[in-house]
């Protein structure tokens, strides 16, 4: 049987390598990205690919959300992966914190993961998998936090971890397995060149463990070996 993702940001870094690895699993892909006409990675893979679909799509962006998920209808998503994710403004300190900038990285890393859960809820229930992960960061862990700073990136990974706790008790009764997962430190635009891993590696662990999470796993906040990141 065909399985079906959808994915945020899947135009570069993560997302892009999310989406190259289930075309290539012959999954069909639903690659989301804010400007598809830039887009030109995505596009080659779209071409090559009948079953990867490229689809206009800011998380930001309500509307667009609610577009989203009207192209969908009722058609299942095995798997929604919540990757879109700014680092938000950059030399921000204690002192000078950035108002805007924040609120902009949480509509984006927060918000918009749970208007895409509300959006697409009916989706991924009605699918085999009924899966979905939310890409966070070591860096929104508590436990994890030993050099301070990174005020805006933080908390808002940190902000995204409690939604996604309360989704995953939310939709389970609906058969759903929400769970927040970490790529790892990865060579990508956000990660910068001396990342561990890159975008491929990172893509292929996140399947891998993907694979075999189970809906006792709901929840979870996953390292890419696949180990529990205490919040
Ligand atoms: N790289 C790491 O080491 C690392 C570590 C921990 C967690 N993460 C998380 O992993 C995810 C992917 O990161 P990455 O390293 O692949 O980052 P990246 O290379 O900077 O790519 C970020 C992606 O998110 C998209 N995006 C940003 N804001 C968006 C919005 N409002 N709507 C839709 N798409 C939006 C970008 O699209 P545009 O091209 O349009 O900007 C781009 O496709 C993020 O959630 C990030 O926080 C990464």
């Keep these: 049987m065909t399985r079906t993702v959808v994915i945020t940001g899947a135009n570069r870094g993560i997302g892009l390598e999310f989406a190259r690895q289930y075309?290539?699993?012959?999954?069909?892909?639903?690659?989301?990205?804010?400007?598809?006409?830039?887009?030109?990675?995505?596009?080659?893979?779209?071409?090559?690919?009948?079953?990867?679909?490229?689809?206009?799509?800011?998380?930001?962006?309500?509307?667009?959300?609610?577009?989203?998920?009207?192209?969908?209808?009722?058609?299942?998503?095995?798997?929604?992966?919540?990757?879109?994710?700014?680092?938000?403004?950059?030399?921000?300190?204690?002192?000078?914190?950035?108002?805007?900038?924040?609120?902009?990285?949480?509509?984006?890393?927060?918000?918009?993961?749970?208007?895409?859960?509300e959006a697409l809820a009916d989706n991924v229930a009605a699918s085999e998998l009924r899966l979905i992960a939310s890409l966070s960061s070591k860096m929104g862990s508590m436990a994890d936090n030993g050099s301070g700073g990174a005020?805006?990136?933080?908390?808002?990974?940190?902000?995204?971890?409690?939604?996604?706790?309360?989704?995953?008790?939310?939709?389970?009764?609906?058969?759903?397995?929400?769970?927040?997962?970490?790529?790892?430190?990865?060579?990508?635009?956000?990660?910068g060149p001396n990342g561990e891993i890159d975008a491929d590696t990172s893509a292929r662990c996140m399947r891998e463990l993907l694979a075999r999470v189970t809906p006792d796993d709901a929840g979870s906040f996953f390292d890419i070996d696949g180990s529990i990141i205490p919040w």
């Design 151 to 191: 005020y805006i990136y933080r908390s808002g990974k940190a902000a995204l971890n409690a939604v996604m706790k309360s989704a995953a008790i939310d939709l389970a009764p609906r058969g759903i397995t929400a769970v927040v997962l970490h790529p790892g430190w990865v060579r990508t635009a956000m990660g």
């Design 23 to 117: 075309a290539a699993e012959g999954w069909r892909v639903y690659a989301t990205c804010r400007q598809p006409e830039r887009a030109m990675e995505l596009s080659q893979l779209a071409a090559a690919n009948p079953g990867l679909a490229v689809h206009p799509l800011d998380v930001s962006n309500a509307m667009q959300i609610r577009a989203f998920a009207a192209v969908l209808g009722n058609e299942p998503v095995d798997l929604l992966i919540n990757n879109a994710g700014t680092y938000g403004p950059d030399g921000v300190r204690f002192g000078n914190t950035d108002e805007t900038g924040w609120i902009d990285n949480f509509r984006t890393n927060v918000i918009g993961p749970m208007k895409m859960m």
